[in-house]
């Protein structure tokens, strides 16, 4: 194989939590559940990697009452809490990887769905 046609490797899904957070615990069960389940649907899976909020001052004061947040190659999903949103949001940051290379990444206060979530408040 041609190694420049190689697919670039995904970037990592980061899980920022905090210490103690029961929310954060019921997310990474989640996204381990949603991670398999696109697996089992050969789609593509990013490694997840879990970061503690307070282990980066600046990240703390910044998540800190958004927790759990997952965050893919600069998309950020807050309150990442709900199976349904946790799918859409990996769904629109994992299909078609690679394929819209001219898109603008979102910065850190431009959310998916515009409000936070993917699929709105409540979903």
């Not at 307070?54 to 893919?72: G, K, S, T």
């Not at 769904?91 to 290379?101: I, N, P, Y």
Request: hydrophobic share 45%; glycine share 10%.
């Amino acid at each position: 194989m041609d190694p420049a046609a190689a697919p670039t490797p995904l970037p990592r899904l980061v899980l920022w939590r905090g210490d103690g957070c029961h929310l954060c615990d019921d997310a990474r069960v989640l996204v381990t559940l949603l991670i398999a389940e696109r697996a089992a649907a050969a789609l593509p899976i990013p490694a997840l990697v879990e970061r503690r909020i307070a282990d980066d001052p600046a990240v703390e004061r910044e998540l800190f009452e958004q927790i759990p947040v997952l965050e893919f190659d600069g998309r950020r999903l807050p309150l990442a809490i709900r199976a349904g949103s946790i799918r859409a949001f990996l769904a629109e940051v994992l299909d078609g990887w690679g394929v819209a290379e001219d898109r603008e990444p979102l910065n850190g206060r431009d959310r998916v769905g515009g409000r936070g979530r993917v699929d709105g408040w409540g979903s």
